[in-house]
Each structure stands twice: as structure tokens, then as C-alpha cells.
């Protein structure tokens, strides 16, 4: 399967620190690597609603719900570009992920068997010097792609408050080079033993 690779920027910020360092990153894909990137605060999803023991669940086709859904089930590999908001993904990502509960149990499509062995990447730019405060970020998706049994390439971070100062980090910018080169492993809950 040739490699497809969606970007979801989920900050409030166009151009911000976080997507300036995800957009680095891609420079590096190789040229027959499919990129689509979708910006979530330009395609905002409605809150979600959770109908997990509803028996009407739908293939979601319409608005941004129908875009997002199918973009993510024709990916290989998503990328969740957030900045560290209060230590975890920003609102805009935690709500795209909680639209996966609802997609586990969307009709026709075995969404968990369908993302198996696919992989979630992070990006993140965050104002701290110690990249220690970002582990809840990291866990959440870390977590999210061990219950999928995705892979789990790592999450991307840098440094930067102001507009453009990632571009000033130049351990990240020399990280971004080869971030997505790495082979990624097989997503492990943390209390796993094997």
C-alpha cells in the first residue's frame, strides 16, 4: 500500500509554531508520499456525542464529520499536529479522537481492524524547556494507537511560544529531518509486560 499521510493541524493558531515544525517535518517525505492536510479549526467538528449503546449508528458522509471520517480511514499514517495546551492535545484534537469511539461502531466499516497497523504520529511545540510537562500529550496518543493496535511513531516536539520561534530550535529542526524516517513499533499500553 503506497503511503498516504494526513495532517491534522489542531491548533487555534494558522501558521503557528506547531504546524511550522509538522510542515518541516513533511519537506522530508519522499515525493510519491500522498500528503493531505486538513485544518481542524477551519473544519470544526460539532461536539461529540456519545450513542456507543444506540442501536442507529450511520456512515458519516456529510459535512466535516463525512470529510474527516474518510480521510482518516484512506491514511496510512496521521499526524496529529497540537500544540501542548494545559498538558494535553488541544481541544480540537481530543474531540477528533473522541470521534473514533463513535466510528468503532460505524456499520460496514470494521473501523479498529481497518487502522490496525497503521500509524499515529504527534507534533507538538510547547513553551517549555523541559519536554517532561508534554508525557500527558504523549500518553494520550501513545494509548489511543495501542487500543487500535496502531503503530506509534513518537511524538515530534519544539520549542516555541511566539510566532516563529520553533524556527529558531535547531534540535528540532535537525529531529524534524528525520522524524518520519523512523520505523515505527507497534503501540504498547504502558503496563504492558509483553
Known amino acids: 500500500m503506497t503511503r498516504s499521510f494526513l495532517f491534522l493541524l489542531a491548533s487555534s493558531r494558522s501558521d503557528g509554531n506547531t504546524e ?21 479549526a477551519r473544519h470544526p467538528l460539532p461536539d461529540f456525542e456519545d450513542l456507543r449503546h444506540d442501536s442507529d449508528h450511520v456512515r458519516p458522509t456529510d459535512g466535516n464529520t463525512g470529510l ?5 480511514i484512506a491514511a496510512t499514517d496521521i499526524v496529529i499536529a497540537s500544540p501542548l495546551y494545559w498538558y494535553s492535545l488541544s481541544g480540537q484534537a481530543k474531540r477528533y479522537l473522541d470521534y473514533w469511539s463513535g466510528w468503532l461502531r460505524t456499520p460496514g466499516i ?14 507538538t511545540a510547547l513553551a517549555h524547556e523541559e519536554f517532561e510537562v508534554a508525557d500527558p500529550l504523549v500518553g494520550t496518543l501513545n494509548n489511543s494507537a495501542a487500543y487500535m493496535r496502531m503503530r506509534f511513531g513518537g511524538v515530534l516536539l519544539g520549542n516555541g511560544s511566539k510566532p516563529g520561534d520553533v524556527l529558531r530550535d ?3 529542526l535537525a529531529r524534524a529531518k528525520t522524524f518520519f524516517a523512523q520505523e515505527a513499533p507497534l503501540a504498547r499500553f504502558p503496563y504492558e509486560t509483553h
Not at 474527516?68 to 482518516?72: E, H, Q, R, S
Not at 470494521?110 to 507534533?123: E, H, I, S
Open 20 to 40: 511550522l515544525l509538522a510542515r518541516r517535518a513533511a519537506e522530508q517525505l519522499p515525493a510519491d508520499v500522498e500528503q493531505r492536510w486538513i485544518d481542524l
Open 170 to 172: 535547531t534540535e528540532a
Open 68 to 72: 474527516l471520517f474518510d480521510a482518516t
Open 110 to 123: 470494521d473501523f479498529k481492524a481497518t487502522m490496525a497497523g497503521r500509524t499515529l504520529w504527534g507534533v
